[in-house]
């Protein structure tokens, strides 16, 4: 088993659904995203045009934040996964550092502190977020969480340690797609087993010609971009001086 | 001493002022995490590292010179090698507690017992954390042997090789961490090795050198060999600094040659305040100084170019660290500014505020009842 994804440019529109289901999915914290997007802008004006290159985690082949790692939080799963224990973190960072996608970000701060703090916005007239917390009956976590998520991992991962993309691994546990592939409108994510020569991504990797981040570096991403968005034409020419 | 009371009364009240300031900012860190600092996911290493840094090799510089005279027989440092020794614990100590005070929370903490029961051999951090434990655990060993008198017995001798090699090696495994980060070329990969040897030694040599003429100054007798000593050490420190703007411009030609979009970080900071300092402050005018054989002897000159050599050295490693995360990687740099602009909370100044003052409390306590000045007797 090997897992990867294909990620097909020409489908992306850069909406973000994925963005946001991710968060959703992970119950992450403000200013924490596993999954983003780069917005590339090539050309200059007049003749400029802009396309998105949505990213998360590579679960690299080679990792280098698994290779760094001094205590093993950061370590390799079944089908490929890079995954990360935060029980076992030491908060040292070196992940971030050796990460070159730039995809693993530290809780600087306590998560989701706003659904314990007890200040109101207007005395009298608001309530707090611990008070809605309890009002919803989760107090001090948000109202909104998944429990699902902490099946692998702890739902809200504390202050001071790392976190990243698990391909939702506790989803394909259940049989079940990581959800940003599950919540893309535009299907433009496609997950699978790269061992199976029949899965979709086999059969995409095959067809077209994938590229993958930072190649160069040899880490071996396990995240496959095809095609690109261009709905453009132009007037058939030779060119010329 | 021949200090007057008033100048050792300020001089406690300054340290104790320091140390509490200093505990302030660490127990605000470990219970309320590293929020606190201005450090996030871009610039993810920041001042308290910088600390780390400074501090480690400076501890490395000092074990070099204090084992000198007991492992290569360098008698002429015999006056201040046991100082060398007391200084390279003291600011050990400072380093592991900056990168200590780097890691986050109490929570976070209690996870470094994971090093020991769930180690990764491939880690360089993980060599690192062993080796420095290690290291710590025989400068201590090797200053009780000196303290004791026991220079050159078996285990005097022990004490100081063991600590001279894993000095050595854990100034490696530094150099590795920096060294095998692949994704980022601003921090120099192996070329920071060369650039820690001869900084670490520059540093160590400026921290002897300073304590050294700043004892003599409040000491009413003048010790002779030390004095001669000194000389050497000016010397050495000249030396060093030679080798140090070497080097340095080794990295700027490098940046340049380069090209490439991760030296940008480097070439940013060129234009910094830690850049000069550390250029101008650390390393040309303090050359300049030392270039002359008579301001190799005099007191005042010693003591201006060890203070410049320990403050440019301090920028420098602010700069190196800046110069590798200073720019935003891959996602990161996504509604990003081209470059971080990372000035340290007052927090991250307290670390630093605290091991500076417990440093110069060791020293200070040390010198005062340990005789630092003591050498074995057939020196």
Redesign the interface.
């Known amino acids: 088993m090997k897992y990867a994804m294909v990620i097909d440019l020409q489908r992306c529109v850069g909406c973000g659904a994925c963005i946001i289901a991710c968060k959703n999915e992970n119950n992450l914290t403000e200013g924490i995203s596993w999954s983003?997007?780069?917005?590339e802008t090539v050309g200059t004006f007049p003749n400029v045009r802009f396309h998105y290159i949505p990213?998360l985690c590579n679960h690299c082949a080679y990792a280098?934040c698994v290779?760094?790692?001094?205590?093993?939080?950061m370590h390799k799963a079944e089908g490929g996964i890079t995954m990360h224990d935060p029980?076992?973190?030491?908060?040292?960072?070196?992940c971030?550092?050796?990460?070159?996608?730039?995809?693993i970000?530290?809780?600087?701060?306590?998560p989701h502190q706003q659904w314990r703090q007890k200040k109101v916005l207007i005395k009298d007239c608001t309530t707090s977020g611990a008070e809605q917390a309890s009002a919803y009956g989760t107090p001090r976590r948000p109202p909104y969480e998944n429990p699902e998520r902490g099946t692998t991992l702890p739902a809200e991962r504390?202050?001071?340690?790392v976190e990243k993309c698990t391909f939702c691994d506790h989803r394909l546990m259940r049989g079940l797609l990581p959800y940003c592939v599950e919540a893309c409108p535009a299907d433009a994510r496609i997950f699978g087993d790269l061992d199976d020569p029949k899965s979709e991504v086999s059969k995409l990797i095959g067809k077209y010609r994938p590229y993958r981040?930072?190649e160069h570096?040899g880490t071996e991403p396990k995240i496959y971009y095809i095609r690109s968005f261009n709905p453009g034409t132009y007037t058939q020419t030779k060119g010329g001086f | 001493m021949a200090a007057s009371k008033t100048f050792t009364r300020a001089w406690t009240l300054l340290l104790i002022l320091g140390l509490a300031l200093g505990l302030f900012a660490a127990l605000t860190t470990i219970i309320a995490g590293l929020g606190v600092y201005n450090t996030r996911d871009v610039v993810f290493w920041g001042l308290p590292m910088a600390g780390y840094l400074f501090f480690g090799l400076t501890a490395a510089g000092l074990t070099l010179l204090s084992s000198l005279p007991t492992v290569f027989g360098a008698k002429h440092l015999y006056p201040v090698a046991k100082r060398a020794a007391l200084l390279a614990f003291a600011t050990l100590l400072a380093g592991l507690m900056c990168k200590g005070l780097d890691l986050g929370p109490i929570s976070t903490l209690t996870n470094l017992i994971w090093i020991a029961f769930s180690p990764n051999l491939t880690s360089p951090i993980w060599w690192m954390a062993i080796l420095y434990g290690f290291y710590f655990a025989f400068v201590v060993f090797k200053f009780l042997t000196m303290h004791q008198g026991k220079w050159h017995r078996a285990e005097g001798v022990f004490a100081a090789i063991g600590a001279l090699l894993l000095s050595f090696f854990s100034y490696l495994s530094l150099s590795v961490v920096f060294g095998t980060v692949q994704a980022r070329l601003g921090f120099f990969g192996f070329t920071l090795g060369l650039y820690f040897l001869v900084t670490a030694l520059a540093s160590g040599l400026a921290a002897l050198l300073l304590s050294s003429v700043i004892n003599d100054s409040l000491k009413a007798g003048k010790n002779e060999g030390e004095i001669r000593a000194r000389g050497d050490l000016s010397l050495y420190l000249g030396i060093a600094l030679g080798a140090t703007l070497v080097v340095f411009l080794l990295r700027v030609i490098r940046a340049f040659a380069a090209e490439t979009e991760q030296m940008a970080g480097f070439v940013h900071m060129m234009t910094s305040l830690s850049f000069n300092v550390e250029l101008i402050a650390g390393i040309l005018i303090p050359l300049a100084i030392l270039a002359f054989a008579a301001l190799r002897k005099n007191a005042a000159a010693q003591l201006a170019a060890a203070v410049l050599v320990l403050v440019g050295m301090f920028a420098g490693r602010f700069e190196q660290l800046l110069s590798g995360n200073v720019k935003p990687m891959g996602v990161q740099a996504e509604g990003a500014p081209q470059f971080i602009h990372y000035v340290p909370s007052i927090y991250e100044w307290g670390i630093i505020l605290l091991v500076l003052s417990l440093v110069l409390t060791i020293y200070t306590l040390a010198e005062r009842y340990l005789d630092l000045g003591a050498a074995p007797e057939e020196a």
């Open positions: 983003y997007k780069i917005t990213t280098p290779r760094g790692c001094p205590t093993r939080a029980n076992k973190c030491i908060g040292c960072r070196y971030i550092a050796n990460c070159p996608y730039g995809v970000s530290y809780n600087w701060e306590e504390p202050m001071g340690v981040l930072k570096l």
